[in-house]
T-cell receptor
Framework: SQKIEQNSEALNIQEGKTATLTCNYTNYSPAYLQWYRQDPGRGPVFLLLIRENEKEKRKERLKVTFDTTLKQSLFHITASQPADSATYLCASLGNFNKFYFGSGTKLNVKP | NAGVTQTPKFQVLKTGQSMTLQCAQDMNHNSMYWYRQDPGMGLRLIYYSASEGTTDKGEVPNGYNVSRLNKREFSLRLESAAPSQTSVYFC?????????????FGQGTRLTVV
């Protein structure tokens, strides 16, 4: 079955460092991947989309890569700040128009 | 600009009771979705509607029904609530799921079944 997976362990980093989160997919080839941010008690908010023919996408301090060989997307936050602490989810469209999300990775940025 | 509005925000049900979660979007989106979110499980797709007039099952449809009432509204019904349905429910919409467009989420409904 189609799967989109993220590291369920929280990522703890120091302020100013680069955070790198991983999203892996199996048993399908998504045409694109999306990344969302979710704060406690709130719905997810869209951040970035990357298509399969794009190696890299940037938006301010955010960078996303898409490696179709490794079946993986990496999400980077450079110069991280405590305000970046949240859960980050990846998502993609599977068969029959089903829009799937990974389980999310919680990022903790310590001052 | 309201975006996606869900009601109610909180609900406590007794086992066996029924209820309908309401969702409305004002962005003229074609596609709408219902997800549930449990600790450590991420967002799981319950049902979705790719366009007005169509609905399809997601990953975890058992115990739920949906109605795409019109382009704006997509409701989720629990006919006989069970404790396993205790969760946070999110409604979302996007311009068109087939066009890779971003999804917008409501604020969620926290449901407890006792």
């Amino acid at each position: 079955s189609q799967k989109i997976e993220q590291n369920s362990e929280a990522l703890n980093i120091q302020e100013g460092k680069t955070a790198t989160l991983t999203c892996n997919y199996t048993n399908y080839s998504p045409a694109y991947l999306q990344w969302y941010r979710q704060d406690p008690g709130r719905g997810p908010v869209f951040l970035l989309l990357i298509r399969e023919n794009e190696k890299e996408k940037r938006k301010e301090r955010l960078k996303v890569t898409f490696d179709t060989t490794l079946k993986q997307s990496l999400f980077h936050i450079t110069a991280s700040q405590p305000a970046d602490s949240a859960t980050y989810l990846c998502a993609s469209l599977g068969n029959f128009n089903k829009f799937y999300f990974g389980s999310g990775t919680k990022l903790n940025v310590k001052p | 600009n309201a975006g996606v509005t869900q009601t109610p925000k909180f609900q406590v049900l007794k086992t066996g009771q029924s209820m309908t979660l309401q969702c409305a979007q004002d962005m003229n989106h074609n596609s709408m979705y219902w997800y549930r979110q449990d600790p450590g499980m991420g967002l799981r797709l319950i049902y979705y509607s790719a366009s007005e007039g169509t609905t399809d099952k997601g990953e975890v449809p058992n115990g739920y029904n949906v109605s795409r009432l019109n382009k704006r509204e997509f409701s989720l019904r629990l006919e006989s609530a069970a404790p396993s349905q205790t969760s946070v429910y999110f409604c979302a919409s996007s311009q068109d799921v087939r066009q890779n467009t971003e999804a917008f989420f409501g604020q969620g409904t926290r449901l407890t079944v006792v």
